[in-house]
């Protein structure tokens, strides 16, 4: 099916089969491997990106499905190369070791701080609980977001 | 795993979406957000030859208030419920139960219709459904059918949607002033499904219990309402001892299913503790609300 969608405020075209996954089609069909894809089905968050400004499982969804939506992935948060306010303090807090699920994280970070800047550890934790990391522990990954919170309140 | 290979349609209106079923009856699946059908095709416990994509059918999704009743178009998002001021408003249990459904990623697709129609004995909104006795909207090729909650659910994740019938909306009663709520869960990791999950809705008028409604997820293979706690409750004044009796008679006579989450008896002990802490919550929040 030819379908058209916006990627990272470009516009793109494909024709991928039905059962391909929005996931698969990003990074096979568009190049854009900075979307991982660990569990296949939903429960690990690896594979989160942002369509049409919420969070979504990109596994989850059918590539045909995001015709004509606008979507965002781990590649559009730098595009130039330059990291982000929210990648700066993950960067800083060592918030990763082997950076699977690191994209996942990023981009659920990403919309949740953009709506909720004031949110406290408790709900950062609640936002974050739907990713899974094998590396962690997952408390480097809360200090990143929380010091991303603080230094975007500072301005 | 990759999808199984499937055959795909999208319909732009419930009657497109209605000739397609009459078409490929069992043979069809109706994709909503994918939460649960998605994850089913990965691992291959479903294969249907066709798909059909309800996604683009804009008459299906809304919320509106009318007679009492809270009419939720089947493909209403999850989120989109969630942030509704008519939700938070005319059905205060439904509201509190949808922040408990998964992570905010997986409510950003997953449908109202979706989760009833999928009817997981374990998830939040089936037990909602079953406390309010909401009424469920089917359409097939031969016109629309009401089916009460008591008769919506019929076993684990089944139905007595026919395979020719979309269900088009879900119909909830409007909490009445004086009616106080509570969801609560207890599971192993913030979004999990519920190892015991209980809905409460308690009306109080003058001091005293005028209507119960208690329904617990995750005790058997469908939603279950506690009928002998909410008989004991009706007409009485909430206290500290009445709810402990009200959670004895609650879990008395059920058989909740082990599973590797935790053993029948554990399930009845916790399902207990839902029933003393739900019906303080829920009163608490009717003296709130009067
Ligand atoms: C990681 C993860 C965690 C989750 N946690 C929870 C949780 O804690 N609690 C919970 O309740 N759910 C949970 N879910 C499931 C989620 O809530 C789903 O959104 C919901 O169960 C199904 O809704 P959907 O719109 O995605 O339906 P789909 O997956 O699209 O469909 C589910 C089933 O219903 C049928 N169907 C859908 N719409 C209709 C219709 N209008 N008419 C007829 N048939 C229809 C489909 O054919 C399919 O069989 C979770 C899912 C994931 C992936
Ligand atoms: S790959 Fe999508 S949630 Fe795991
Ligand atoms: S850093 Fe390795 S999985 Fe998270």
Known sequence: MDITLRVNGTTRTGSPEARKTLADFLRDDLNLTGTHVGCEHGVCGACTVVLDGRPVRSCLILAVQAAGSEVTTIEGLAPDGVLGTLQQAMWDSHSFQCGFCTPGFVMQATTFLRAHPDADEQQIRAALSGNICRCTGYQSIIDGVLLAAERARLG | ?290
């Open chain 2, 1 to 290: 795993m990759k999808l199984p290979p499937f055959g795909y349609e999208a319909p732009k209106t419930t009657s497109e979406a209605v000739e397609l079923l009459a078409e490929y009856l069992d043979q069809a699946s109706v994709l909503a957000g994918g939460k649960s059908l998605v994850p089913l095709l990965a691992l291959r416990l479903a294969r249907p030859a066709v798909l059909i994509d309800i996604n683009g059918i804009r008459e299906l999704s809304g919320v509106s208030v009318t007679d009492g009743q809270a009419v939720i178009g089947a493909m209403t998002r999850e989120y989109a419920a969630e942030e509704s001021h008519a939700v938070a408003d005319t059905v205060p249990l439904l509201a509190a139960a949808l922040p408990l459904i998964g992570h905010e990623a997986i409510r950003s697709r997953g449908t109202i219709g979706g989760s009833l129609a999928h009817a997981d004995p374990a998830a939040e909104l089936p037990a909602v459904a079953r406390a309010l006795d909401a009424e469920f909207v089917v359409r097939g090729q031969s016109g629309e059918r009401v089916i009460p909650a008591a008769e919506w659910f019929e076993g684990y994740l089944t139905t007595s949607r026919r395979p020719d019938e979309l269900l088009v909306q879900v119909r909830f009663p409007t909490a009445q002033p004086g009616t106080g709520v509570s969801f609560q869960e207890v599971a192993r990791r913030q979004g999990d499904f519920a190892i015991v999950g209980l809905a409460v809705s308690l009306s109080l008028s003058d001091g005293a219990i005028s209507d119960a409604r208690l329904a617990f997820a995750g005790m058997s293979d469908v939603p279950v309402r506690a009928t002998e706690a909410e008989d004991l409750l009706a007409g009485e004044r909430p206290s500290a001892e009445l709810f402990d009796e009200a959670a004895r008679r609650a879990t008395e006579g059920i058989d909740p299913p082990a599973d590797l989450h935790g053993s029948s008896e554990y399930r009845k002990k916790v399902g207990a503790a839902t029933v003393r802490r739900g019906l303080r919550a829920a009163a608490d929040n009717a003296q709130e609300r009067q």
